[in-house]
Antibody, heavy 122, light 107 residues
Framework: EVQLLESGGTLVQPGGSLRLSCAASGFSFIDYAMSWVRQAPGKGLEWVSVISGRAGSVYYADSVKGRFTISRDNSMATVYLHMHSLRAEDTAMYFC???????????????WGQGTLVAVSS | EIVMTQSPATLSVSPGERATLSCRASQSLSSNLAWYQHKPGQAPRLLFYDAGARATGVPARFSASGSGTEFTLTISSLQSEDSAVYYCQQYNSGPRTFGPGTKVEIK
């Protein structure tokens, strides 16, 4: 059974930094791209970033480009989201998701975690 | 960026009745569309990909169809556990974008 467990969400001040983690199990981690998707309070789902299985390709939404960095440790089956220069509009539940293939240009999200909450406020 | 819209925003249906959800794209997707179910406090769940291919474990009362710019998710006989928000998501081109969701309520 695929399991994705996010952690690291907390209250942070504007301009601050945070690192989210997603520990994966139940599948061959290196064979799948991984994404972060967020949901702001009362809003819908927004793709944030994706990383290919071997970490050779990464992509970011324009809203986070230059501020967020995605990475993965295949030996630990964990994907990370390093968040800098945080803004109030980054407040959201952040979900980790397993893609349908190894490529960063994968199509859809086969499995999701339950999310970790990031609140940006002074 | 492809813009996705969904209608209605909220759908109130009695148990056992049919629920029909619509999803439209700002440009043709061919069949590059997925549907997800999201219940409060839970992980979203993939229901369909490639517009109509059922994901593992999805009950047969759920079906999906469409191509181009118009897509439909149907729940043939609504059960109480189907109360959720349903999202469509395109993967035809550019950043993967989601629709705003349709909230299905049990009447």
């Amino acid at each position: 059974e695929v399991q994705l467990l996010e952690s690291g969400g907390t209250l942070v001040q504007p301009g601050g930094s945070l690192r989210l983690s997603c520990a994966a199990s139940g599948f061959s981690f290196i064979d799948y791209a991984m994404s972060w998707v967020r949901q702001a309070p009362g809003k819908g789902l927004e793709w944030v970033s994706v990383i290919s299985g071997r970490a050779g390709s990464v992509y970011y939404a324009d809203s986070v480009k230059g501020r967020f960095t995605i990475s993965r440790d295949n030996s630990m089956a964990t994907v990370y989201l390093h968040m800098h220069s945080l803004r109030a509009e980054d407040t959201a539940m952040y979900f980790c998701a397993k893609m349908n293939s190894q490529a960063a240009a994968s199509h859809y999200y086969e499995s999701w975690g339950q999310g970790t909450l990031v609140a940006v406020s002074s | 960026e492809i813009v996705m819209t969904q209608s209605p925003a909220t759908l109130s249906v009695s148990p056992g009745e049919r629920a029909t959800l619509s999803c439209r794209a700002s440009q043709s997707l061919s069949s590059n569309l997925a549907w997800y179910q999201h219940k409060p406090g839970q992980a979203p769940r993939l229901l369909f990909y490639d517009a109509g291919a059922r994901a593992t474990g999805v009950p047969a009362r759920f079906s999906a169809s469409g191509s181009g710019t118009e897509f439909t998710l149907t729940i043939s006989s609504l059960q109480s556990e189907d109360s959720a928000v349903y999202y469509c998501q395109q993967y035809n081109s550019g950043p993967r974008t989601f629709g705003p969701g349709t909230k299905v309520e049990i009447k």
